[in-house]
């Protein structure tokens, strides 16, 4: 029973879904009664492979340390810290080193996680099989399994591989992992069209996914990379994360300031040795002193730090931060494409209205939970007696379990029968004592093939009721006639009906139909499904839905105040996708593409409809995957989230991937940034708001300790070039860089809130980190603290101080510069002249306090002013070095004030923040 290589291809490249049963397993070269002989299937399983997910190539420990150091501005550190290290300056080249290495085992332990992800598809696999081999049932090795083995299924199975089903038995499977639905899939044996989504594959059983209910006989069409799920493995290792909008900026931030720092090293040299005349070693040293004071060491562990804070600051809302540089790009993010089910909705299905024969309801509530009500117009509804017969249908036409668990509800069974009990509950009505009053004498359990459920109870008269409950259409057929309000029972009124299931399903709505039936004739033999009356009783319609989640609903509405689109990307239906999205206000509320439109597209066609369609339904993890590309080609930073194994690969791709923390698999959780441990869409917007205060802090962090190394070079530069004695030495450089990064740029990264930060629109993903007006900034306040340290320094020499007094006071000068500075930076243009400017972090005294204490030790103590060649400043001094500080505090604010007098110049400003700061405001205080 040997294939050929045009039957192993078929295996791959054919349609099986669009297959009768019988063409599938002649394709196949298989026999349903007897399956596989052993030698054929061994030889299937050479030529085939195990039935397993190829493991991927990783790199080890060595190569991901290593790769940290592929920087620009690390190389530059590391050049530096060489040189330093050969002139023999031990404590310049050990704190460069620090520095270069703490960051690195930062990168270190925070990279590689992704690559768990492929772990965990896995780990999905079955470990058994129930299968048919040489006409004997038994259970093999899952990864034994090779096309053509007859596999049976029953209920609770996982299923072991892809299986054309050739008989089927009321079979439902778990399928929202791969296409996101919420409600299980029902399958049959019948043949689909060949271009059929696979979440309409009804004939096909895919390998990782669950059997609900019912049983079957399927032939393993796929194994191993062949599934579905191999589809999407492949497609996640294909991926490769991006690098983050912050980690572009500062690389393009790094190549500038090596540029600038190798061009005025080659200028200054070339003058200190041609013109001056210096020594060679004199002067390349005052130039290695010039690189490294322009290097701001201390930005690296200062933006990990500002991450961290943002990391803690997440958890504390619901979101947890797998990859550091994660919280900064949510700070950016312009669109977030957001899966439907479970994370807008709440994976819980609710009965949201009820039709009878008079009257349209509508149920309030929140998912399974019993609170909640029915009303008629906004006005509340007792339980009339129509109601009560549909709520007493609901309560006992119903083989679902619904039960409280660590205070949520959850249901065993089928979710569309279990959230037929809240809406009773919100009639007032309470299962255990309907079923004490009407025991059930014998029930005809649905099945995909009559589509319906039927019971028959005891009545309390002593007599007998028929309920019945299933699709619209079907129980349509079996009844004559209508209940109406007042109990009376009138002629049926079809064309009513049919309209009010026609609207109720363009709603997005799950219709189910109630019907019930007095005293009915019951055969000697029991119930059948052939038996049912056709003479039944039409008691309503109701309609069911996912229903959105309220504070989704809210937080959307903050995104798009924030500029930020949401699109929704969902395995499940058009109708369905647009009123939720209608109700959620994404898009239009009437424009959807689906997954078969999206493959008509081309790439080019695909990003132009992208720009104004925010629904996209039925779509395949490819469609998902390109949908983020195309995204991202239009320069938006997005955002995307999921829950299911074919969320993953987009997940991956996209700037920042989200993941569900409790209906998520590990799949999407390993492959995602950030993790939401509430599965609400509101903790996007709670998180986004952190990262964009994060990327706030990091920005002022650089416009702060920036002027400090613009300083101190100059000082070198000045001194080289007017011909005078160097004001400070390189250790005192890196002492500076040390005390302003670590006890006053700390404190910037605990900055909160500013108060327009969600109104304004997501900054342009080019814009560089540091505008035009922050190098005007930048240039302003190292030349005014340049022109502070030389004063403070001549006017020390004038006195008569030695080479070691003028420097110590030099040092104190140009550190005092930046305290006061600290308070500038803290508003753009806004002024930090009042006290309440300054109360709105409470770190700020702690870094201020601790500066002073490092300075009083550096001047003071034995020890530093050894390393140094410090010595101890006069009492007198400290004065006029304050005095000093304020002029120099009070020139920055002038300058402010000058910005904030002139429409024109305050208008150029915000200009060059348009669009990506919004209005200069400072912090909440």
């Excluded at 039925?618 to 949908?627: I, M, N, T, V």
Aim: aromatic residues 6%.
């Amino acid at each position: 029973m040997g294939m050929g290589a045009g039957a192993e291809a078929a295996v791959v490249r054919d349609a099986w879904h669009a297959m009768l049963p019988d063409e599938a397993l002649a394709r196949l070269a298989t026999n349903r009664e007897t399956g596989l002989g052993a030698t054929e299937a061994q030889a299937r399983l050479e030529t085939y492979g195990p039935n397993r997910l190829p493991e991927s190539r990783k790199r080890g420990p060595l190569a991901r340390f290593l790769t940290q150091f592929n920087n620009v501005l690390v190389l530059v550190l590391l050049g530096a810290g060489f040189v330093k290290l050969m002139l023999g300056l031990w404590v310049d080249a050990a704190i460069i080193l620090a520095v270069v290495v703490l960051n690195a085992l930062l990168g270190f332990v925070q990279e590689g996680r992704a690559e768990k992800a492929l772990d965990s598809i896995r780990n999905m696999l079955s470990a058994e099989a129930r299968a048919v081999r040489g006409g004997e049932t038994r259970m093999l090795a899952a990864d034994t399994l090779v096309p053509g083995d007859i596999v049976q299924l029953e209920s609770g199975d996982k299923i072991p591989a892809d299986l054309r089903l050739v008989e089927a038995k009321n079979l439902r499977t778990e399928e929202a992992a791969l296409t996101g639905e919420s409600i299980p899939a029902e399958k049959s044996v019948d043949p689909v069209a060949a271009g059929a989504t696979v979440g309409d594959r009804h004939g096909m059983a895919f390998s990782g996914t669950m059997v609900v209910s019912g049983r079957a006989t399927g032939a393993v069409v796929a194994t191993g990379s062949d599934t579905e799920l191999g589809r999407i493995n492949q497609l996640l290792a294909g991926v490769s994360a991006l690098e983050t909008p912050l980690l572009r900026q500062i690389k393009r931030f790094g190549y500038a300031i090596t540029a600038v720092i190798g061009v005025l090293s080659v200028l200054i040299f070339a003058f200190g040795r041609w013109v001056k005349g210096m020594e060679f070693v004199e002067l390349f040293q005052a130039v290695t002193g010039i690189a490294v004071s322009l290097i701001p060491e201390g930005l690296p562990a200062l933006i990990t730090i500002t991450l961290a804070i943002g990391v803690q600051r997440m958890a504390q809302r619901n979101a947890i931060i797998r990859r550091l540089p994660a919280v900064e790009t949510l700070g950016s993010v312009s669109r977030i494409c957001s899966d439907k089910t479970g994370t807008l909705t709440l994976m819980e299905m609710m009965v949201v209205s009820a039709v009878t024969a008079e009257d349209a309801y509508q149920v309030s509530g929140d998912g399974y939970a019993p609170e909640g009500e029915v009303t008629r117009n906004g006005a509340p509804v007792g339980a009339a007696p129509v109601l009560a017969l549909m709520g007493r249908i609901s309560l006992l036409c119903n083989d679902a379990e619904l039960f409280q668990k660590d205070g949520a509800w959850r249901v065993e069974g089928d979710p569309t029968e279990g959230a037929l009990y809240p809406f009773a509950a919100k009639l007032g009505m309470e299962r255990g004592a309907e079923q004490a009053a009407a025991p059930r004498i014998d029930a005809i359990p649905f099945e995909s093939e009559h589509k319906f459920m039927a019971t028959l109870q005891r009545s309390a008269d002593g007599g007998t009721m028929l309920l019945v409950k299933g699709a619209p259409e079907v129980i349509l057929d079996h009844c004559d006639r209508q209940q109406s309000a007042d109990g009376a029972v009138a002629p049926l009124d079809r064309e009513h009906f049919m309209r009010a299931s026609d609207q109720l399903a363009a709603q997005g709505e799950r219709v189910l139909g109630l019907a019930w039936l007095a005293n009915p004739r019951v055969p000697a033999g029991g119930l059948s499904p052939a038996d049912l009356p056709r003479t039944l009783v039409l008691v309503g319609l109701i309609g069911l839905l996912d229903p959105p989640r309220k504070e989704a609903i809210e937080a959307v509405r903050e995104c798009h105040a924030g500029g930020i689109r949401v699109t929704m990307i969902t395995g499940d239906h058009k109708i369905t996708a647009a009123a939720i999205a209608k109700m959620l206000s994404i898009g239009d509320g009437r424009t959807a593409l689906t997954g078969a439109e999206i493959e008509t597209l081309d790439t080019a066609a695909l990003q132009e409809r992208v720009r104004s369609v925010d629904v996209f339904a039925r779509a395949s993890p490819e469609h998902k995957l390109r949908l983020v590309k195309a995204i991202q080609a239009n320069g938006q930073v997005v955002a995307m989230t999921g829950d299911g194994v074919n969320d993953a690969p987009s997940l991956k791709k996209a700037d920042i991937g989200v993941a569900m923390g409790i209906k998520g698999t590990e799949v999407t959780k390993e492959a995602a940034g950030m993790i939401l441990a509430d599965d609400n869409f509101a903790s996007i917007t709670a998180a986004v708001r952190e990262g964009r205060t994060v990327y706030n802090n990091i920005e002022k962090a650089m416009l702060f300790l920036l002027p400090t190394n613009v300083a101190q070079a100059l000082v070198i530069a000045v001194a080289i070039f007017l011909g005078f004695t160097m004001p400070l030495t390189a250790p005192q450089v890196l002492w500076v860089n040390m005390v302003t990064s670590v006890a006053l740029g700390l404190v910037i990264s605990f900055e909160p809130h500013e108060i327009d930060v969600m109104s304004r629109p997501p900054r342009a993903v080019d814009r560089a980190i540091v505008t035009g007006f922050g190098i005007w900034r930048i240039v302003l306040v190292g030349l005014t603290l340049l022109a502070y340290t030389l004063v403070a320094f001549f006017w020390m020499k004038s006195n008569g101080a030695s080479d070691g007094l003028a420097r110590t006071v030099a040092v104190n000068a140009i550190t005092i510069g930046q305290v006061f500075y600290l308070l500038n930076s803290r508003y753009l243009i806004d002024s930090s002249l009042s006290p309440a400017a300054h109360l709105g972090n409470k770190y700020l005294p702690l870094g201020i306090a601790a500066v002073v204490v490092l300075q009083l030790a550096f001047t003071y103590a034995p020890p530093l002013q050894a390393v140094f060649g410090n010595e101890a400043v006069p009492l007198w001094v400290w004065p006029w070095l304050l005095a000093g500080g304020l002029v120099f505090f009070l020139v920055v604010e002038a300058e402010k004030l000058v910005i904030r007098s002139s429409p024109a110049l305050r208008q150029a400003v915000t200009a060059v923040e348009a669009g990506v700061r919004g209005p200069a405001h400072g912090p909440v205080g």
